[in-house]
């Protein structure tokens, strides 16, 4: 197949809606991440993603709407907590799972009772959503286990021959994908952290509960509260290993691994000159949103550059440093050192 890369313009994007309607699939920029779209309630074209990505049956989609409207079209259910979070973070980087209506074909929530659903703030799929007159059932576009995509250049080596057409946003504001919060149990309950912390959802909820697969390996008898946990994610093909700890003692167990055979460090900017190891940069230490708008990116840099490991630093687990952790340690398998 074919695949057209769309500039942003007007006609393209009315195109690029033709082809959803039409059960087709195509990515689209999103401020997170580039999503793989198809038309929520056409199972068969849902079906495609599937099919594109190499994505396991049991991992439900997020359903994207642009119009508070649409979430009373697909949820059964919709809590007093689900107003007040879309009224404060949407358009933007939340997804919200709640009880689905059956207008929802299997296939989007894989037979779960319930549907995530997110409001994008990017202009492109705002757009998209509203000319294709349909809600859009999004993955990240990526292969299964990759990490997610967060510019054009990722999408196409991904999804060259795979699908019709993507649209080119340039790089992602963001660059992890989505929050998750569920609001199907007693208590509102963080599946995935990403762009709106739990500081924030707190501001509007008051008391959240992180589930324990945000920065633990799931227990190899436990059920994921959300199925997309149970997978490896986010990993290049390079090992990463978490070195814990501040730069001093990064640094001091950098001398001890300095002779590995392509051996590489993953630290944030300006450490580099430091170390006796070639290094890829993801930030700067004390600004966790240029963190995660560089993580993607600087995983896949690894794999190009032909590490064999890399040895990583991390920031602390909170406010948007929680969504990069829970990324990071998810690439690294949970291998931590110190
Ligand atoms: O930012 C994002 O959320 C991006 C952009 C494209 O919108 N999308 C994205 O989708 O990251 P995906 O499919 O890569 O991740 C969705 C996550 C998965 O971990 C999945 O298991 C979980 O959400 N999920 C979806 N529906 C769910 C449900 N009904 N219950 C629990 N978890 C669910
Ligand atoms: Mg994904």
Redesign the pocket.
């Known amino acids: 197949m074919q695949t057209e890369i769309l500039s942003p313009t007007s006609e393209n994007i009315e195109k690029a809606a033709r082809l959803l309607v039409a059960g087709e699939v195509v990515a689209m920029p ?1 401020e ?4 793989l779209a198809a038309n929520a309630y056409d199972a068969s074209a849902v079906a495609k993603i599937f099919a594109a990505k190499g994505r396991p049956q049991d ?4 359903v ?1 709407i642009a119009d508070i409207g649409e979430l009373y079209n697909i949820c059964s259910v919709v809590p007093e907590g689900a107003v007040k979070l879309a009224s404060r973070f949407w358009p933007g ?1 939340l ?1 919200i ?1 709640l009880p689905k209506k059956n207008i929802i074909p299997d296939c989007v ?1 894989a037979s ?1 009772s ?3 659903v ?1 409001m ?1 703030s990017h202009p492109v799929a705002h757009e998209l959503i509203l000319r294709a007159g349909v809600p859009l059932a ?4 990526n292969i299964s286990g990759f990490p ?1 995509p967060t510019s054009l250049e990722h999408v196409r080596d991904d999804m060259t021959g795979r699908i019709p057409a993507i649209i080119d946003g340039g790089k992602c504001e963001y660059g992890v ?2 929050t ?1 919060i ?1 609001l199907t149990g007693a208590v509102p309950r963080l ?2 952290p ?1 762009g709106i912390t739990p500081e924030m959802l707190e501001g509007v909820l008051g008391k959240i509960e992180i589930d324990s697969a945000v920065l633990n390996p799931l227990a190899a008898n436990a059920t994921a ?5 149970k997978y490896k994610h986010y990993s290049p093909k390079c090992l990463v290993k978490i070195v814990r700890g501040d730069f001093e003692k990064y640094k001091e167990y950098i001398e001890t691994v300095k002779n590995e055979k392509n051996a590489f460090c993953l630290c944030f900017n300006g450490e580099g000159e430091k170390l006796p190891l070639p290094c890829v940069s993801y930030g700067d230490r004390t600004q966790p949103l240029t963190q995660t708008r560089r993580l993607f990116d600087a995983l896949r840099e690894l794999d190009e550059a032909g590490a064999e490991v890399a040895y990583a630093r991390a920031p602390e687990e909170k406010g948007l440093g929680l969504a990069v952790c829970n990324r990071l340690y998810r690439a690294a398998g949970f291998n931590f050192i110190g």
């Open positions: 999103t997170t991440v580039y999503g991992n439900p989609l997020i994207h980087p997804t799972i929530s779960l319930s549907v995530a997110r994008p999004a993955p990240s576009a997610s994908e989505s998750v569920s599946l995935r990403g509260a959300s199925p997309g946990m």
